[in-house]
T-cell receptor, first 111, second 116 residues
Framework: SQTIHQWPATLVQPVGSPLSLECTVE??????LYWYRQAAGRGLQLLFY??????ISSEVPQNLSASRPQDRQFILSSKKLLLSDSGFYLC??????????FGQGTRLTVV | GDSVTQMEGPVTLSEEAFLTINCTYT??????LFWYVQYPGEGLQLLLK?????DKGSNKGFEATYRKETTSFHLEKGSVQVSDSAVYFC???????????????FGKGTKLTVNP
């Protein structure tokens, strides 16, 4: 079956610390993968998307980066977290143009 | 670029009231349209979808019809319940300028509170 895993579910990190969120997909190959962020009280903003290994497109300038080291793995990173990086991060896989699947999300609090 | 505009709310209704959340979109070609729901403290769940003009998506008493002529996908429910309290997101999947680079574009979300 096709599933998408994202971890961790919650994370509390101090300002200035690094970040690594991982997303993996099962049951498919060469998926289109996406990272979204939802800041408190706001909508879902597309951060990065990837159509293949090593291919990353950034939608907005920010303190974050993304990598696609393997076909079914998508990683969101930061070298030094800011308070403004707090939010709900969601990994998504879009299949064709009619279906989207989501990870469980990661609630990040930077303190 | 492609975009989704939905009423931002918040919307507060009494139980059994009629619900409408407006959603309009701008897109090249013919996107697929979606409504997602996010219950407090949880992730996103697909509520319903429509993939072509005049399609009606429905689930749990909610309905939305893909209106190409008005580029709209309004969400409706005839009688809301307290358990429907959540944030509702309208979204579309557009096809990018390069093959395979579809994007899922969300509206800003509408918070619905249903009081008993």
């Amino acid at each position: 079956s096709q599933t998408i895993h994202q971890w961790p579910a919650t994370l509390v990190q101090p300002v200035g610390s690094p970040l690594s969120l991982e997303c993996t997909v099962e049951g498919t190959s060469n998926p289109n993968l996406y990272w979204y962020r939802q800041a408190a009280g706001r909508g879902l903003q597309l951060l990065f998307y990837s159509v293949g290994i090593g291919q990353i497109s950034s939608e907005v300038p920010q303190n974050l980066s993304a990598s696609r080291p393997q076909d079914r793995q998508f990683i969101l990173s930061s070298k030094k977290l800011l308070l403004s990086d707090s939010g709900f991060y969601l990994c998504a896989w879009i299949r064709g143009s009619t279906e989207a699947f989501f990870g469980q999300g990661t609630r990040l609090t930077v303190v | 670029g492609d975009s989704v505009t939905q009423m931002e709310g918040p919307v507060t209704l009494s139980e059994e009231a009629f619900l409408t959340i407006n959603c309009t979109y701008t897109a090249t070609g013919y996107p697929s349209l979606f409504w997602y729901v996010q219950y407090p403290g949880e992730g996103l769940q697909l509520l319903l979808k429509a993939t072509k003009a005049d399609d009606k998506g429905s689930n749990k008493g909610f309905e939305a019809t893909y209106r190409k002529e008005t580029t709209s996908f309004h969400l409706e429910k005839g009688s809301v319940q307290v358990s429907d309290s959540a944030v509702y997101f309208c979204a579309l999947i557009s096809r990018g300028t390069q093959g395979g680079s579809e994007k899922l574009v969300f509206g800003k979300g509408t918070k619905l509170t249903v009081n008993p």
